[in-house]
């Protein structure tokens, strides 16, 4: 997914394609995203977009050619988002026209350059599935238990420290059952871990 957002800009025929992405979790995002860039830029003759919300098979998409001749711009845009492997992010390729009609073709090339470019320098982080976990535990385990979870690379998000010590924590999802598993080894069954 988007780590940040991303802006290029190229000119062909006298026409100006400014490409923006960013991330967006929704399809409410996306529209606020989209209505951001139309407040940005309002003097544009176009502003096509499309998205990808969610990712692997549950993935809602959009798209829009707003004006352009249909299937211009807003189903190539969509193509190269499908076939960048990235998830929860949306462009907006905003036209200034510059007089010279650019054809179908020429348009389809347009915006789908537009969209391959911006996403080519699009910064981009993994996301990561996370899995909630309390841990209780017995004092003189405590030390033994923490540098565990800190191996498995989990976040300490709370800690209570009365007859026994409770730790919250968030872990990747694929790392849960070797986690619980060890720290069952290590305190020998002692630790309560839900």
């Excluded at 190229?10 to 991330?23: C, K």
């Excluded at 026209?97 to 650019?102: A, D, E, P, S």
């Excluded at 720290?183 to 839900?194: E, F």
């Amino acid at each position: 997914m988007p780590a940040a957002d991303a802006r290029y800009e190229i000119a062909i025929s006298n026409s100006r394609f400014i490409a923006l992405a960013g991330p967006t979790a929704s399809v409410e995002a996306a529209k606020a995203f989209i209505a951001a860039v139309r407040a940005a830029l309002p003097g544009a003759s176009h502003h096509c977009y499309a998205f990808l919300v969610g990712h692997g098979a549950s993935v809602v998409a959009g798209m829009s050619d707003d004006g352009e001749p249909s299937g211009t711009a807003g189903r190539p845009m969509l193509a190269v988002l499908r076939g960048s492997g990235l998830g929860d992010v949306t462009v907006v390729v905003t036209r200034y026209f510059g007089g010279t009609l650019l054809g179908t073709g020429g348009l389809v090339r347009a915006y789908g350059d537009a969209t391959k470019a911006v996403l080519d320098i699009l910064p981009r982080m993994l996301k990561v599935e996370l899995a909630d976990l309390r841990i209780g535990v017995a004092y003189a385990d405590y030390a033994v238990v923490r540098r565990t979870i800190e191996a498995f690379a989990a976040e300490v998000r709370d800690e209570q420290f009365a007859d026994t010590v409770t730790l919250l924590i968030s872990l990747p999802r694929s790392q849960l059952d070797a986690c619980i598993s060890l720290l069952a080894d290590i305190t020998a069954g002692r630790a309560d871990v839900a």
